[in-house]
């Protein structure tokens, strides 16, 4: 089990992205960590040798993504996963039949999923509750939680989960809190700070940057967490090749610049559709008319670049997402490209209708991922595609 060095925690964050569990290659002097595309490694002899028997095991270059990863949470250990699901399915694994979770009801379609049809029937039990809500949180509890599972900002109504409060109520129990940190990224949120025991990634997303691979990963400081994780990732398999976790070390090291264009242009354009007449309502924590904008400011560094709006109807959505032009019609967030996306028929089709009635995820909402384009390119789009939706 590799562990976070000191030095790596105490860097500034832009540094840690550049640096953090990455050395140049002892053999060669590379700056960069080869890809070291091997499934197994040479042994000196029976019981010797030098920290690697298998790839599912351990890779070199995924022992650096996982400091790498660790280090910018601000956390201990790290572990990568082949996907971001992957990462939830292994933290779900921490417990056994019989054990009850509260999860935020407004979560990934996947990891409702997950929890709903597959980890339900082996037995583990879950409540859906809104995590704005703390009472509402601590209301759900049972002697059988051994969990809760957040997502803040949650995808896709950007809701707000006060992880400090949260975690004052499930640390008093001995519970584990997950906090899902993909929409923001460990750039504008770092949950360990607030007391988060597992924090879940889907690299895809804004660590990776650029569309080009799928991981997961998951992060947390326990020793006596971190060696169930170790056991559960050599025991399930579900690990990243070496060249998926190279092309996260390559995102990763420009995360706080890309950040900080998702976020002046996500704040911009977020500005720019409330006052768009086709527009209903928009869901950014950046805006002040965030219900928990407050929090937002109080819990973020940043507000990032992933906006949501209601324009009423389907047929609306549908002639929004449809004509966009730089606006890739498209599943997925957190690259470079901006993306548009349904929610209600793309990325949360598994979560029954009456539970996204209920919630306000509605068959009109649109999903925005903004990457870092000329901001007034992405506009100028977005404006003719409301015209359009107007019509509809």
Same mark, same amino acid.
């Given at each position: ?9 105490k ?7 550049? *640096? ?9 002097g ?5 890809v ?8 000196q ?14 890779n /070199? ?16 250990? %790290?572990?990568?996963?082949?996907s971001?699901?992957a990462a939830t ?7 056994s039949? %019989? ?6 009801? =407004? ?15 082996l ?5 859906? @509750?809104? +995590?704005?809500? @703390? ?6 509890? +049972?002697?059988?939680?051994?969990? @809760? ?5 949650? =995808? ?8 400090? #409060? ?5 640390? #008093? ?6 906090v ?5 990224t460990?750039?504008f949120q ?5 007391g ?7 690299? +895809?997303?804004?660590? =990776?940057?650029?569309s ?10 326990s020793?006596?967490?971190?060696? !169930?994780?170790?056991?559960?990732? =050599?025991?399930?398999?579900?690990? /990243? %090749?070496?060249?998926?976790?190279w092309?996260?070390l ?11 264009q998702?976020?002046?242009s ?10 768009q007449?086709?527009?209903?309502r @928009? ?5 002040p ?11 973020? !560094? ?5 906006i ?15 004509t966009?032009?730089?606006f ?14 349904? /929610?209600?028929?793309?990325? *949360? ?33 977005l404006?003719q595609?409301l ?6």
């Amino acid at each position: 089990m590799t562990r976070v060095s000191d030095d790596d925690l105490k860097a500034g964050f832009a540094t840690r992205a550049i *640096h953090a569990g990455q050395r140049p290659d002892p053999s060669t002097g590379a700056i960069m960590t080869p890809v070291y595309q091997t499934s197994t490694y040479v042994q000196q002899g029976l019981g010797r040798h030098q920290g690697f028997e298998y790839a599912r095991t351990r890779n /070199p270059t995924r022992d650096a993504l996982e400091q790498n990863l660790a280090a910018l949470e601000g956390a201990r250990h %790290g572990f990568a996963f082949a996907s971001g699901t992957a990462a939830t399915d292994m933290v779900l694994k921490l417990l056994s039949s %019989g054990d009850h979770v509260v999860a935020g009801e =407004n979560l990934y379609g996947g990891t409702h999923r997950l929890m709903t049809q597959i980890f339900a029937r082996l037995g583990l039990t879950f409540s859906f @509750v809104d +995590t704005r809500d @703390v009472e509402r949180v601590s209301r759900a509890l +049972t002697p059988a939680t051994r969990m @809760v599972f957040v997502e803040t900002p949650t =995808n896709p109504l950007m809701r707000i989960t006060d992880l400090a #409060a949260v975690a004052e109520i499930t640390r #008093a129990r001995g519970i584990l809190l997950a906090v899902d940190n993909t929409f923001a990224t460990p750039c504008f949120q770092r949950p360990v700070e607030f007391g988060a025991d597992l924090i879940v990634h889907s690299t +895809t997303k804004y660590l =990776n940057g650029h569309s080009d691979m799928v991981g997961g990963a998951v992060l947390c400081s326990s020793d006596e967490v971190a060696a !169930k994780l170790q056991f559960l990732q =050599n025991a399930s398999g579900a690990v /990243p %090749g070496p060249l998926d976790c190279w092309l996260t070390l390559r995102g990763t090291k420009t995360l706080a610049v890309r950040m900080r264009q998702h976020d002046a242009s996500g704040r911009r354009i977020a500005a720019w559709l409330e006052g768009q007449p086709a527009v209903r309502r @928009v869901y950014y924590p950046g805006l002040p008319s965030h219900e928990q904008h407050d929090l937002a400011c109080r819990q973020m !560094k940043g507000f990032g670049g992933m906006i949501s709006l209601e324009l009423g109807s389907l047929a609306r959505a549908r002639a929004m997402a449809e004509t966009t032009r730089i606006f890739a019609l498209a599943e997925s967030l957190g690259g470079v490209e901006s993306l548009i996306g349904h /929610p209600a028929t793309m990325t *949360h089709t598994s979560v029954p209708k009456e539970m996204r009635d209920a919630m306000g995820l509605t068959d009109g909402l649109v999903r925005l991922s903004v990457g870092i384009e000329d901001t007034d390119d992405l506009i100028g789009d977005l404006d003719q595609a409301l015209r359009k939706a107007e019509q509809a």
